[in-house]
């Protein structure tokens, strides 16, 4: 069987990476956690919301590569922000399979808030205009720049949340979504799932989930929690909401 491509991807901190690793254990993969080169490509790409075709040709250039010097059966390219050029990676891999990881509003905006580097695009990046990966609309532009992180980072999530359901739409036998918390609490039935969809024999990790994963929404205010909860049911995601901790 000829390599194929898997990219996986989905919201930062919303646990794509200890997915990529998982899936990067079993021997028919050769797991890219995030290779240098191509995550800061498409990073950039995206963030700045650049409009050239010129990363397309790029990751042509990188993948092809890639695959033609590997043995495993699947090369797994995890860098999160992948799912928004799916359209320009069709077009090289018009077979690959996708999996997006998809984790609750509360425990992403707070995972977010402690990390360091997001706080980055928002110092560096015009928040006055229409920017898809950051969830800057027509609506919201305005104001963007005076919100708090924690209500940038709900328009961020409802934006990575639409991307996905976009993709899955448009190719749905390539595309499956993971929920973060069946991950964890769940992981033989999820990960059982995920091989299968790989059509690979399922590995599973000697180490359970990591809980304490699910209690980061602890760490937001109510306040900060009322906040994504008004921004969510504001823009038709109001059935999140349940998974707020007050």
């Not at 991950?183 to 033989?188: D, E, P, S």
């Not at 995920?194 to 000697?206: E, S």
Request: aromatic share 10%; charged share 25%.
């Amino acid at each position: 069987m000829p390599n194929k491509m898997l990219f996986i991807g989905g919201m930062g901190r919303s646990g794509t990476h200890y997915l990529g690793r998982i899936i990067g254990e079993h021997p028919q993969v050769r797991l890219r956690l995030e290779a240098k080169f191509t995550f800061w490509s498409i990073t950039n790409h995206v963030a700045y919301n650049k409009k050239t075709n010129a990363v397309r040709f790029w990751l042509a250039a990188i993948f092809l590569k890639v695959l033609s010097s590997s043995s495993p059966r699947i090369v797994c390219e995890k860098t999160h922000p992948v799912i928004w050029v799916k359209s320009k990676l069709d077009r090289i891999f018009p077979k690959a399979k996708w999996i997006c990881v998809r984790r609750d509003p509360y425990q992403s905006i707070a995972s977010m808030k402690e990390h360091r580097g997001v706080q980055k695009w928002y110092n560096q990046i015009p928040l006055n205009e229409i920017n898809p990966f950051l969830g800057i609309t027509k609506e919201n532009k305005s104001r963007f720049q005076e919100l708090s992180l924690v209500e940038k980072g709900a328009y961020k999530w409802i934006a990575h949340m639409e991307q996905m359901k976009r993709i899955e739409h448009d190719s749905p036998k390539r595309v499956m979504t993971v929920e973060f918390d069946n991950l964890v609490t769940n992981q033989k039935e999820t990960l059982t799932a995920v091989f299968n969809f790989l059509h690979l024999d399922p590995i599973l990790p000697n180490e359970k989930g990591d809980q304490s994963s699910l209690a980061k929404k602890n760490n937001l205010t109510k306040e900060e929690s009322l906040l994504i909860s008004q921004i969510l049911i504001s823009n038709n995601w109001g059935e999140w909401t349940k998974f707020s901790p007050f």
